[in-house]
């Protein structure tokens, strides 16, 4: 790959968004009442995450993050976060599986306004090393809502 | 130095800025070549064949491991055992030596700067056998803090496994005192990680004062997959074998076996023979440098980057002064993840780590989640240098400068 295409994908990626996100994070901090707590870390680069959900009826009623990591991980936690709070549990499947869906280069999901803020960070697709970073939160969330159970 | 052509990967990338050689360096075409010519004109089993390609091949390869013993300054070459490289030497003799001789209510002693390799094979040893694990703190500079080391030691230190130099920081180790330190206050055996000394300065084994010394080709401008173990020869003697298998053996019965001599002992199975004349190539070659003018060339390198990194504001040096450090430079950047200052250097085609370099109980003391590292060898140059500092100004300005 030429250096210049490069240097743009390397804007994309940075945008002023994510790193809004990263300097301050959203739903940051601990719920005084969580019905579930997930924590989860990337050994491979010491990102870290805790996420706490509390449930009603039908989804997520509220959630919390904590940890440290890059700006791709904290940015992407902080977005969730904001996006998922008091949808339903088939809503935030759906949304998982979409952003999932845009982190391997679907081009569609890029444009998938279901995805909000989200999609700032689908120049993350083409740094393969960095999507586990994006994933992460998403990851957590995915193994907290299994324990809301049925 | 100007050695860059003679590294094909190098030559074919002229943008290209590596700064990860303590990972795992560059080959220069005469490595290349000579494995080539191994299999070309060698490839046979070795130790197998009455035939004479087999013949060659195993004089070949013991050839190789007369050239890597004479680089390490090792008298008897069949003290010096092919492994896969340092993390293999290293769980060889805690597998071996350490099974066979660390009891309950023995302690063995590590740092908190050694790399995962000689941290955790020595902490498993001591929970399946109850020995006390003890970790040697350092001083806030990044240092072995003699003071607690000797405080450590006692009659039931049983192994001291220590690092030649960290391979996060760069420290080089004062392995002399360290050795007389561990003679006179204890009977213990001191195993020497020489993963990041070997490839950088001058290293004779024999007046070392350890009793184990491993190392990796693949650091050394040599293949993967192959480095060596050395170790004393009444001690490769007495020690179990690792594996077990073909080659390492004398006699076979059917109710017991007897073991081969050294060094085919602890080399079970066919042998990396290719790589360990890759090896040879790499040692032969850093030999026609000069292992002291490596060293010269990294200081006069380490100095540079020294001053022009501690010029940019908010970025922050850890681990002593340049002057007692390989060719290693581990630092942060304000409140940009070291992961984000990775991923923006390889946009300008500068490879440098980032993370916490298989070293966590060492990035845990720094309270750092991860570092950048950048480390230098022979083939790099002050380009390398204004690469790396145009990369993280380019950071700087992409996150806008927040101090952390």
Known sequence: MSRPERSAEIAALYQEMILDHYRRPRNKGALERADASVEMKNPLCGDEITLQLAFDGSGVSDLRFSGRGCSISQASASMMTQLVKGKAAEEIDALRNRFRDMMLGDASAVTDEKLGSLRALSGVARFPARVKCALLAWNALESAMAERGT | ?404
């Open chain 2, 1 to 404: 130095m100007k050695l860059r052509p003679d590294f094909p990967l190098l030559a074919n990338n002229p943008g290209l800025h590596y700064l990860d050689s303590a990972a795992t360096s560059q080959k220069p075409r005469a490595v290349l070549d000579a494995i080539r010519d191994f299999y070309e004109t060698s490839n046979a089993n070795p130790h197998r064949g009455a035939y004479s390609l087999s013949v060659r091949a195993t004089e070949r390869y013991h050839q190789s491991r007369v050239r890597i013993a004479s680089f390490l300054g090792v008298a008897d070459p069949d003290c010096l055992n092919f492994t896969r490289g340092t993390t293999e030497g290293l769980n060889l003799v805690a597998g071996a030596w350490g099974m066979a001789n660390v009891a309950s209510g023995d302690e063995i002693v590590v740092t908190a700067m050694d790399h995962h390799a000689n941290f955790v094979p020595w902490q498993v040893l001591a929970m399946r056998k109850g020995a006390k694990f003890r970790v040697c703190e350092l001083t806030p500079d990044g240092r072995i803090d003699l003071d607690f080391l000797s405080r450590l030691l006692n009659g039931h230190t049983k192994i001291v496994a220590i690092t030649h130099v960290s391979n996060a920081l760069g420290t080089i180790n004062p392995l002399e005192e360290i050795v007389r330190l561990v003679r006179e206050k204890t009977d213990a055996i001191l195993v020497c990680d020489g993963a990041q000394s070997a490839p950088h300065f001058p290293v004779s084994f024999d007046s070392l004062g350890v009793d184990f010394f491993a190392f990796s080709g693949h650091k050394m401008l040599g293949p993967m997959g192959i480095g060596g173990l050395i170790g004393k020869r009444e001690m490769l003697e007495e020690m179990p074998p690792y594996q077990t298998g073909g080659d390492m053996i004398e006699f076979v019965h059917d109710d017991r076996t007897t073991w081969n001599v050294l060094p085919h002992k602890f080399e079970a199975g066919t042998p990396n023979a290719a790589n360990a004349v890759g090896l040879a190539a790499a040692v032969e070659y850093l030999d026609n440098i000069g292992m002291d003018r490596v060293r010269s060339h990294e200081r006069a390198l380490m100095s540079v980057v020294q001053e022009r990194l501690a010029a940019i504001d908010g970025l922050r040096i850890y681990g002593p002064p340049a002057s007692e450090r390989s060719g290693v430079v581990s630092f942060t950047l304000a409140d940009v993840h070291p992961h984000d200052l990775a991923t923006i250097l390889d946009g300008d085609g500068v490879c440098i780590r980032a993370g916490h370099h298989c070293a966590q109980p060492l990035m845990r003391r720094l309270d750092v989640p991860a570092t950048a590292r950048a480390s230098f060898y022979v083939y790099n140059d002050e380009r390398d240098i204004d690469a790396l500092v145009a990369g993280i100004m380019k950071a700087r300005e992409i996150f806008g400068y927040v101090p952390a």
